[in-house]
């Protein structure tokens, strides 16, 4: 009954600080009789009680003033224990100087006062310091007592940070763990306590699930870039150890730890590879103060260049999106962080010639960067005209009403489906890329043979003739991105499974969403127009593997808790991608996660011509003969898993 009255809930303040003066008053008299060799007598003296009541005083003030009395006891810290001392000290400090100056009386009549005050700041401090750590073990004592299946953990790191998990974690009243000790890989730290709590390294996790059931690591979100923290993240999941994050200390609400922060580690988080370096002095130069669209801004991708670009302050930015909820989701985002004056919203659909035609009217942009693309493969095998409307026909009307109307820099987002196409999808975005490569060819030439014939670049108002730089990046899958096979399979895992896969050799290669746009947004600055610029994406990772990690982050066991079935290859799926062409070379740039492909660029009236009788003919519906054509234009398009398989047999047998 008592525990509960005194640990339900936070004491008074003022009761702290009553308690706190008792303890200096007791503290104060313990001094001044072991220097009068306990002569109780003397503390009845009327010069003792003027000091005494001076000092309790001077205390109080200085308690007061450094707020020692403010601070919840049982959840004191290494901090409030300095505050403590610091406190005593001044307070003694500033008694003496008050019996140096202005008691002088006084301090005749008690010649080794000084003792008393030196004497008396050990003692206080002392008491007040251990007053704390009793009430802090009682109320853990008591807390541990009351808790019922606690979980045991580990905290990886042991630094700064990992102390404030572990205060944070021990101190929550909702939240039933107990904490075994720390993780780390610093020989110097291995074997020694902090705040009680033992210094383990990664060979000791086995034991520790063994001995005490280690159910779970706890890991700050912003430490997941080491090859070492990799590899014990990777020994916790094979041993069913469960692993949650934590953001940074800084990002707690109200410098405390909520439990909506604490989540389950995401397969993302173990695909992140070492911090991309970026030339942001040169990006700035190309972003700054400029006015920038989006196409697909509501998008993954889209929605994360937006994020991205604003930190480079330009002028505004132009969003283009023609999905509206998701167009209100990421405005009401931007005003949350005060970035709305600088943005503009509008839906429209990259299909509509006369619609894009007004929105750079209006506002006269100086960067596009192209994320607008139907991307779902089985979907555009299934709707083949509707990818060459919006791949192909909305890549051609953004390029040519940007050369309109001066664009400097045209970037389009790509795919690796788009090397040796299988599907309908991955061609249209290999046309899409022939069209602006070409266009930029097209562009260069003209601008040249201006030059060599000694006519102006510019026209009327100064206005440079247009050369829009197109830039083509290339790259593979984005993890956690809409449509995403993650989603999938978080969704099977939480229903219990089967977890599908469709094929037992299906790999890919994958990317963070905002890894993927640091290097869109590199590749900008640094193209010169016309190359297709490829990502470092790492090793190709099994879809079969990463379903299996997904069920062991839930803290299940694959093929015993949760089952993975294969379902078979989609239309238009490979099993493997690629992000060059087998007769396609690369160039290494400046940046080592990037290199320029050097593909074949096709004559411009030659893929302007190719490209308008596949758009008339897409005006027909014949499904058939649209594909037929594609497969024309680009003679390495060879059908996997698909009804237009029967096509490459009609064209083999003609040749």
Request: glycine share 6%; hydrophobic share 40%.
């Given at each position: 009954?008592?525990?509960s009255?005194?640990?339900?809930?936070?004491?008074?303040?003022?009761?702290?600080?009553?308690v706190?003066?008792?303890?200096i008053?007791?503290?104060?008299s313990?001094?001044?009789?072991?220097?009068?060799?306990?002569?109780?007598?003397?503390?009845l003296?009327?010069?003792?009680?003027?000091?005494?009541?001076?000092?309790?005083?001077?205390?109080?003030?200085v308690?007061?003033?450094?707020?020692i009395?403010?601070?919840?006891?049982r959840?004191?810290?290494?901090e409030?224990?300095i505050?403590?001392?610091?406190?005593?000290?001044l307070?003694?400090?500033?008694?003496?100087?008050?019996?140096?100056?202005s008691?002088?009386?006084?301090?005749?009549?008690?010649?080794?006062?000084?003792?008393?005050?030196?004497?008396?700041?050990?003692?206080?401090?002392?008491?007040?310091?251990?007053?704390?750590?009793?009430?802090?073990?009682?109320?853990?004592?008591?807390?541990?007592y009351?808790?019922?299946d606690?979980?045991p953990?580990?905290?990886?790191?042991?630094?700064?940070p990992?102390?404030l998990?572990?205060?944070?974690?021990?101190?929550h009243?909702?939240?039933?763990?107990?904490?075994?000790?720390?993780l780390?890989?610093?020989?110097?730290k291995?074997g020694?306590?902090?705040?009680?709590?033992?210094?383990?390294?990664?060979?000791?996790?086995?034991?520790l699930?063994?001995?005490?059931?280690?159910?779970?690591?706890?890991?700050?979100?912003?430490?997941?870039?080491?090859?070492?923290?990799?590899?014990?993240?990777?020994?916790?999941?094979n041993?069913?150890?469960?692993?949650?994050?934590?953001?940074?200390?800084?990002?707690?609400?109200?410098g405390?730890?909520?439990l909506?922060?604490?989540?389950?580690?995401?397969?993302?988080?173990?695909l992140?590879?070492e911090?991309i370096?970026?030339?942001?002095?040169?990006?700035?130069?190309?972003?700054?103060?400029k006015?920038?669209?989006?196409?697909?801004?509501?998008g993954?991708?889209?929605?994360e260049?937006?994020?991205?670009?604003?930190g480079?302050?330009?002028?505004?930015?132009?969003?283009?999106?023609?999905?509206?909820?998701?167009?209100?989701?990421?405005?009401?985002?931007?005003?949350d962080?005060?970035m709305?004056?600088?943005?503009?919203?509008?839906?429209?659909?990259?299909?509509?010639?006369?619609?894009?035609?007004?929105?750079?009217?209006?506002?006269?942009?100086q960067?596009?960067?192209?994320?607008?693309?139907?991307?779902?493969?089985?979907?555009?095998?299934?709707?083949?005209?509707e990818?060459?409307?919006?791949?192909?026909?909305?890549?051609?009307n953004?390029?040519?009403?940007?050369?309109?109307?001066?664009?400097?820099?045209?970037?389009?987002?790509?795919?690796?489906?788009?090397?040796n196409?299988?599907?309908?999808?991955?061609?249209?975005?290999?046309?899409a890329?022939?069209?602006?490569?070409?266009?930029?060819?097209?562009?260069?030439?003209?601008?040249?043979?201006?030059?060599?014939?000694?006519?102006?670049?510019?026209?009327?108002?100064g206005?440079?003739?247009?050369?829009?730089?197109?830039?083509?990046?290339?790259?593979?899958?984005?993890?956690?991105?809409?449509g995403?096979?993650?989603?999938?399979?978080?969704?099977?895992?939480?229903?219990?499974?089967p977890?599908t896969?469709?094929?037992p050799?299906?790999?890919?290669?994958?990317?963070?969403?905002?890894?993927?746009?640091?290097?869109v947004?590199?590749?900008?600055?640094?193209?010169r127009?016309?190359?297709?610029?490829?990502?470092d994406?790492?090793?190709?990772?099994?879809?079969?593997?990463?379903?299996?990690?997904?069920?062991?982050?839930?803290?299940?066991v694959?093929?015993?808790d949760?089952?993975?079935?294969?379902?078979?290859?989609?239309?238009?799926?490979?099993?493997?991608?690629?992000?060059?062409?087998?007769?396609?070379?690369?160039?290494?740039?400046h940046?080592?996660k990037i290199?320029?492909?050097?593909?074949?660029?096709y004559?411009?009236?030659?893929?302007q011509?190719?490209?308008?009788?596949?758009?008339?003919?897409?005006?027909?519906?014949?499904?058939?003969?649209?594909?037929?054509?594609?497969?024309?234009?680009?003679?390495?398009?060879?059908?996997?898993?698909?009804?237009?398989?029967?096509?490459?047999?009609?064209?083999?047998?003609v040749?």
């Amino acid at each position: 009954m008592i525990p509960s009255i005194l640990f339900k809930r936070a004491q008074s303040r003022w009761l702290i600080l009553l308690v706190d003066l008792a303890i200096i008053a007791w503290a104060f008299s313990t001094a001044f009789l072991v220097t009068r060799q306990f002569d109780f007598p003397q503390l009845l003296s009327y010069s003792f009680q003027l000091h005494l009541a001076g000092y309790c005083t001077t205390a109080m003030l200085v308690f007061v003033l450094m707020r020692i009395h403010t601070g919840i006891i049982r959840f004191s810290n290494t901090e409030d224990i300095i505050r403590i001392f610091s406190s005593t000290l001044l307070a003694n400090i500033s008694y003496s100087l008050i019996l140096q100056w202005s008691l002088r009386d006084i301090r005749s009549e008690t010649p080794s006062f000084k003792e008393v005050i030196i004497l008396n700041f050990f003692i206080s401090s002392t008491l007040l310091i251990m007053l704390r750590l009793f009430v802090k073990s009682a109320y853990n004592f008591y807390k541990g007592y009351k808790k019922v299946d606690v979980k045991p953990i580990l905290i990886y790191g042991s630094g700064k940070p990992a102390v404030l998990i572990k205060q944070a974690f021990e101190s929550h009243p909702e939240i039933k763990y107990e904490v075994l000790g720390f993780l780390d890989h610093d020989a110097d730290k291995l074997g020694k306590y902090i705040e009680r709590k033992r210094v383990y390294n990664d060979s000791a996790v086995r034991y520790l699930k063994e001995k005490y059931g280690l159910a779970e690591l706890i890991i700050s979100s912003n430490s997941l870039n080491t090859e070492e923290k990799k590899r014990t993240v990777e020994t916790c999941i094979n041993l069913s150890i469960k692993v949650l994050t934590v953001p940074p200390a800084n990002e707690w609400l109200h410098g405390h730890l909520n439990l909506n922060q604490v989540s389950n580690l995401k397969i993302e988080d173990l695909l992140e590879r070492e911090p991309i370096l970026l030339d942001k002095k040169k990006i700035m130069g190309k972003l700054a103060g400029k006015r920038i669209l989006i196409t697909g801004a509501a998008g993954s991708i889209g929605s994360e260049i937006v994020r991205q670009v604003m930190g480079y302050n330009p002028e505004k930015v132009i969003l283009v999106d023609q999905a509206e909820s998701p167009m209100h989701e990421l405005q009401l985002e931007l005003e949350d962080k005060n970035m709305g004056a600088k943005v503009k919203l509008c839906i429209a659909n990259i299909q509509n010639y006369r619609s894009m035609h007004a929105i750079f009217h209006t506002y006269r942009p100086q960067v596009v960067f192209h994320a607008a693309a139907y991307k779902h493969v089985p979907m555009m095998e299934n709707n083949p005209r509707e990818a060459i409307l919006d791949n192909v026909l909305g890549t051609k009307n953004l390029a040519e009403i940007a050369v309109e109307f001066y664009v400097e820099r045209f970037i389009m987002i790509s795919t690796d489906k788009a090397v040796n196409p299988t599907n309908v999808m991955g061609a249209s975005k290999r046309l899409a890329e022939m069209y602006i490569q070409s266009l930029n060819c097209h562009l260069d030439a003209m601008n040249s043979s201006l030059m060599l014939g000694g006519q102006s670049l510019f026209v009327k108002g100064g206005i440079r003739r247009g050369h829009t730089k197109f830039i083509t990046t290339r790259f593979g899958n984005v993890l956690g991105s809409n449509g995403s096979v993650l989603h999938r399979f978080k969704a099977q895992i939480e229903r219990g499974g089967p977890v599908t896969v469709t094929h037992p050799e299906i790999t890919r290669y994958f990317m963070t969403i905002p890894e993927s746009v640091q290097l869109v947004l590199e590749a900008s600055a640094m193209g010169r127009g016309g190359e297709i610029l490829i990502f470092d994406m790492g090793k190709p990772v099994k879809i079969v593997d990463l379903a299996a990690n997904m069920i062991r982050l839930s803290g299940y066991v694959p093929y015993k808790d949760i089952q993975i079935a294969f379902s078979g290859l989609r239309p238009g799926e490979k099993l493997y991608e690629e992000l060059l062409n087998k007769e396609e070379l690369s160039v290494p740039t400046h940046h080592h996660k990037i290199k320029i492909s050097k593909v074949i660029v096709y004559p411009y009236d030659y893929v302007q011509g190719k490209v308008n009788e596949l758009l008339k003919l897409n005006e027909s519906g014949d499904e058939f003969k649209i594909v037929a054509k594609i497969k024309e234009i680009i003679p390495e398009y060879k059908s996997n898993n698909s009804r237009f398989k029967e096509l490459d047999q009609q064209l083999q047998a003609v040749s």
